[in-house]
């Protein structure tokens, strides 16, 4: 007997489209072909194309800066404090268009997903993918501003890569929780925009730890470091624009402190698998 006519035995349970597939070259092959096609599909018809992505992060820098760093006197016991702000915006700005394009895009894909049997996590991971592309070049002005402004290329720059991928790995994971969510539950995406601006506040972007530190306590600098996105922008303003932003080890009060931080990624990256992996095959009858 076929295993189509196994499938299709009365009694036996049928088998929905899976999160991965069987065939680990397609999913990726799906992945990237996907995420390509929408970094593409952003910019065409448009005479700035790639310019147009970096006005929202330099425009918010420019006002933040001017705001906080010449009015309110931000940052004055750090170097290069204007670059550790960019570099957080970026690294926020990737986050955010990460998570946030993930939770629409399956429904977006309704017509797809509804007609066509494939790994249904290339979806949300193809919306990773795209995010990620802008963040690499996203980073280059980032890059040049640091060395105008007299940063030097350091060896410590190549933290950089553990990092970004660290955090690519926690955006992943919510993105896989929140857009199976989204499918059920269309609050998500309101409620999850609270949280982004919540996120934005509490984390270190426009102060510095320090500042924390000096007015609150080493206790509440301890605490933000918590959260594995300010975790991994502090450690990255100390790698890559300058050791006078203290590492994400001496913020949170410890380097053995830092597997807090790494197991809620692990913790967030499981579940939302978890999650997706089950509602994967349900999720055209859900749209």
Do not use: C
């Amino acid at each position: 007997m076929s295993a189509s006519a196994q499938e299709l035995r009365p009694g036996r349970r049928v088998v929905g489209p899976t999160a991965l597939g069987r065939d680990p070259r397609r999913f990726w092959h799906l992945t990237r072909t996907l995420a390509v096609t929408d970094f593409k599909l952003r910019f065409f018809g448009s005479v700035l194309g790639y310019l147009w992505q970096l006005m929202r992060p330099l425009m918010l820098f420019g006002v933040l800066f001017v705001v906080f760093s010449k009015v309110f006197s931000f940052g004055t016991e750090v170097r290069f404090y204007p670059v550790g702000l960019l570099l957080g915006l970026v690294l926020f700005s990737f986050f955010g268009e990460a998570t946030g394009a993930s939770i629409r895009s399956l429904s977006n894909r309704e017509g797809l997903v509804r007609k066509i049997e494939f790994p249904r996590l290339a979806v949300p991971l193809a919306s990773v993918l795209t995010a990620l592309f802008n963040l690499v070049l996203n980073l280059i002005p980032v890059v040049l501003f640091l060395l105008i402004v007299g940063g030097k290329v350091r060896w410590t720059w190549l933290e950089l890569i553990p990092l970004v991928a660290l955090l690519t790995v926690f955006a992943t994971g919510l993105a896989m929780l929140l857009s199976a969510l989204f499918v059920r539950y269309r609050d998500i995406e309101p409620i999850w925009d609270v949280v982004m601006q919540v996120l934005f506040y509490v984390t270190p972007i426009l102060f510095t730890v320090q500042m924390v530190k000096d007015r609150a306590g080493a206790t509440a600098s301890n605490l933000l470091m918590v959260n594995p996105f300010a975790a991994i922008m502090q450690q990255a303003r100390h790698a890559v624009v300058d050791p006078s932003h203290v590492s994400a080890a001496a913020a949170i009060g410890g380097t053995w402190r830092l597997l807090i931080p790494l197991a809620i990624v692990v913790i967030v990256a499981v579940i939302g698998f978890v999650v997706f992996s089950r509602a994967a095959p349900r999720i055209a009858e859900e749209l």
